[in-house]
């Protein structure tokens, strides 16, 4: 089974802080995201990557930062973290084409409090 | 622009009855996948089930099964004798084009009652 594993289930941080979330899967897949979930809004994705230290953004990037320096791990960075970000944060990774194509594997998420 | 729209933001049902979510889509794309995915209470985001557009047949999976009308661009998930366990957010998406996103609609709050 694919295993996706996000460092922290819950997580409290003050405005203005630089707030590191990691994300590491374990079956050697090439793609992963970075989502956020609000209630009524479902899932929007604020980037994704394809490959090491390559990035995609998504629809909501502003106020984020990624990096993905090996192929297990994609970390999301709150550069100066505000009130506005505080949700639950998703990762997904998934296969490359045909295996699976497209099917996305989630973690069990990180719910982000910014006082 | 590529949607996908599910229209019930909330569905109840009795357990072992059946229900019927609906999940509409639109896509210029002749090849795609569709997907089903569940969120439990403060749980972790699963697949439930998948169809590829190329592919007449609807998907199954024991209780679960899609009826996918891809003139209509329609995806619904029949959850057959619900159980208490059902009760969750589910998540309609889409595939897109070729760069892996899928696309997503904003979800079915499903509710059991015993």
């Not at chain 1, 970075?34 to 604020?46: E, K, M, S, V």
């Not at chain 2, 047949?57 to 899609?66: D, P």
Request: charged share 25%; hydrophobic share 30%; net charge neutral.
């Amino acid at each position: 089974d694919v295993k996706v594993t996000q460092s922290s289930r819950y997580l409290v941080k003050r405005t203005g802080e630089k707030v590191f979330l990691e994300c590491v899967q374990d079956m050697d897949h090439e793609n992963m995201f970075w989502y956020r979930q609000d209630p009524g809004l479902g899932l929007r994705l604020i980037y994704f990557s394809y490959d090491v230290k390559m990035k995609e953004k998504g629809d909501i990037p502003e106020g984020y930062s990624v990096s993905r320096e090996k192929k297990e791990r994609f970390s999301l960075i709150l550069e100066s973290a505000s009130t506005n970000q505080t949700s639950m944060y998703l990762c997904a990774s998934s296969p490359p084409d045909g295996i699976n194509t497209d099917t996305q594997y989630f973690g069990p998420g990180t719910r982000l409090t910014v006082l | 622009a590529q949607t996908v729209t599910q229209s019930q933001p909330e569905m109840s049902v009795q357990e072992a009855e059946t229900v019927t979510l609906s999940c509409t889509y639109d896509t210029s794309e002749s090849d795609y996948y569709l997907f089903w995915y569940k969120q439990p209470p403060s749980r972790q985001m699963i697949l439930v089930i998948r169809q590829e557009a190329y592919k007449q047949q609807n998907a199954t999976e024991n209780r679960f099964s899609v009826n996918f009308q891809k003139a209509a661009k329609s995806f619904s998930l029949k959850i057959s004798d619900s159980q208490l366990g059902d009760a969750a957010m589910y998540f309609c998406a889409s595939s897109m084009d070729s760069n892996y996103q899928l696309i997503w609609g904003a979800g079915t709050k499903l509710i059991i009652k015993p």
